[in-house]
T-cell receptor
Framework: DTAVSQTPKYLVTQMGNDKSIKCEQN?????MYWYKQDSKKFLKIMFS???????INETVPNRFSPKSPDKAHLNLHINSLELGDSAVYFC?????????????FGEGSRLTVL | GENVEQHPSTLSVQEGDSAVIKCTYS??????FPWYKQELGKRPQLIID?????GEKKDQRIAVTLNKTAKHFSLHITETQPEDSAVYFC????????????FGAGTRLFVKA
């Protein structure tokens, strides 16, 4: 059973389009996150959600809108895609807050904007 | 803001040698320090972690040390093997203030057979 699953794994799209990435965790964790990993492998936090409430929004453009319908799901919608949005997006979860233990990552969604 | 610095960015060692990666953090509220290994095309996975009330922790060939006063922590891998080749990330977490895990920039480790 996959602990944190995200779809799709690959996304190739044109500039200006809108796209969504879905994430689900079956671990019963309270907190979910979106991280962006750029071409230099830097892992940058984008959003933190605790029990489906937004906790952290790290100076991410308004074009990025997360949605958490329940604490097991955290989706990411991106409007008006730009070249600089090309990256691997990782969904992750922790049991409680960030310092409660391991961050469980999904497999990543590689977004390529042409 | 909160920051985690990691050195070196690239490390090349001969199989059997030791590898050491060092990190410093800025947020005094940080109290959990995990290390993640990311193989090419894969997700980051936890290899070892340490909490702020502990100075050292060991798990087989890997060990982590923490100096809370100096805000330094390090990863030590002994008897390196080719399968240790990957990108390693240190991180610092706090529940207060930022409520997030901040990652270092990563160290690309090459173990030459």
């Amino acid at each position: 059973d996959t602990a944190v699953s995200q779809t799709p794994k690959y996304l190739v799209t044109q500039m200006g389009n809108d796209k969504s990435i879905k994430c689900e965790q079956n671990l019963g964790h309270d907190t979910m996150y979106w991280y962006k990993q750029d071409s230099k492998k830097f892992l940058k936090i984008m959003f933190s959600y605790n029990n489906k409430e937004l906790i952290i929004n790290e100076t991410v453009p308004n074009r990025f809108s997360p949605k958490s319908p329940d604490k097991a799901h955290l989706n990411l919608h991106i409007n008006s895609l730009e070249l600089g949005d090309s990256a691997v997006y990782f969904c992750a979860s922790t049991r409680g807050g960030p310092n409660t233990g391991e961050l469980f990552f999904g497999e990543g969604s590689r977004l390529t904007v042409l | 803001g909160e920051n985690v610095e990691q050195h070196p960015s690239t490390l090349s060692v001969q199989e059997g040698d030791s590898a050491v990666i060092k990190c410093t953090y800025s947020d005094s509220a940080s109290n959990y320090f995990p290390w993640y290994k990311q193989e090419l095309g894969k997700r980051p996975q936890l290899i070892i972690d340490i909490r702020s009330n502990v100075g050292e922790k060991k798990d087989q060939r890997i060990a982590v040390t923490l100096n809370k006063t100096a805000k330094h922590f390090s990863l030590h891998i002994t008897e390196t093997q080719p399968e240790d080749s990957a990108v390693y990330f240190c991180a610092a977490s706090a529940n207060t203030g930022g409520f997030k895990t901040i990652f270092g920039a990563g160290t690309r480790l090459f173990v030459k057979a």
